[in-house]
T-cell receptor, first 113, second 114 residues
Framework: KNQVEQSPQSLIILEGKNCTLQ??????????LRWYKQDTGRGPVSLTI?????NTKSNGRYTATLDADTKQSSLHITASQLSDSASYIC????????????FGGGTRLMVKP | GAGVSQSPSNKVTEKGKDVELRCDPI?????LYWYRQRLGQGLEFLIY????????KSGLPSDRFSAERTGESVSTLTIQRTQQEDSAVYLC????????????FGPGTRLTVT
């Protein structure tokens, strides 16, 4: 069964600090991997997308990395802000997955002043 | 332009009642998806519509769940004889179509079954 595992489940950091969220997946072969940010009470919003041939992708203070050999991805947040408090979801699309995406359980990040 | 909208934003219903949830996708988006997100858990795929093709219903958890879509517009997700385990946020997403299109999510409908 294709799986996407994220760690940690939750994280508390102080404003201004950096953090790294992890995503391990077993979906193979895979087409692309996205990181989404989901604010409380809102739908997920895409932050980055990477295909199997890409190693890193940045979006402002968010930088995603991908190691397709080890099937690991990370999302690094630099100089965190209070507005970064949200759930971050790793989503993998497999080539043979038809129309289905495999969602990770998310990491709930809280940034404190 | 407007994003994906869903209604109602919140729905409280008694066990055994039927509920209907609505999704208005982004205009021009041929693909529409429904997901369920239980509290503290990841998203579960429910059903996918692509144009006039037969929908992919492989994620529907039981025959109490059904969904319809008229053309490439509004979709409704119907849950019959609701159970407490149906309590969740139901998210709708739309995309320009194809397996690679980015999905844009609506705000969700929070369903509480008492």
């Amino acid at each position: 069964k294709n799986q996407v595992e994220q760690s940690p489940q939750s994280l508390i950091i102080l404003e201004g600090k950096n953090c790294t969220l992890q995503c391990n997946y077993t979906v193979s072969p895979f087409s692309n991997l996205r990181w989404y940010k989901q604010d409380t009470g809102r739908g997920p919003v895409s932050l980055t997308i990477m295909t199997f041939s890409e190693n890193t992708k940045s979006n402002g203070r968010y930088t995603a990395t991908l190691d397709a050999d080890t099937k690991q991805s990370s999302l690094h947040i630099t100089a965190s802000q209070l507005s970064d408090s949200a759930s971050y979801i790793c989503v993998v699309r497999g080539i043979n997955a038809g129309n289905m995406l495999t969602f990770g359980g998310g990491t709930r990040l809280m940034v404190k002043p | 332009g407007a994003g994906v909208s869903q209604s109602p934003s919140n729905k409280v219903t008694e066990k055994g009642k039927d509920v209907e949830l609505r999704c208005d996708p982004i205009s021009g988006h041929t693909a529409l998806y429904w997901y369920r997100q239980r509290l503290g858990q990841g998203l579960e795929f429910l059903i996918y519509f692509q144009g006039n093709s037969a929908p992919d219903k492989s994620g529907l958890p039981s025959d109490r769940f059904s969904a319809e879509r008229t053309g490439e517009s509004v979709s409704t997700l119907t849950i019959q004889r609701t159970q407490q385990e149906d309590s969740a946020v139901y998210l709708c997403a739309s995309s320009l179509g194809g397996s690679q299109g980015e999905q844009y999510f609506g705000p969700g409908t929070r369903l509480t079954v008492t």
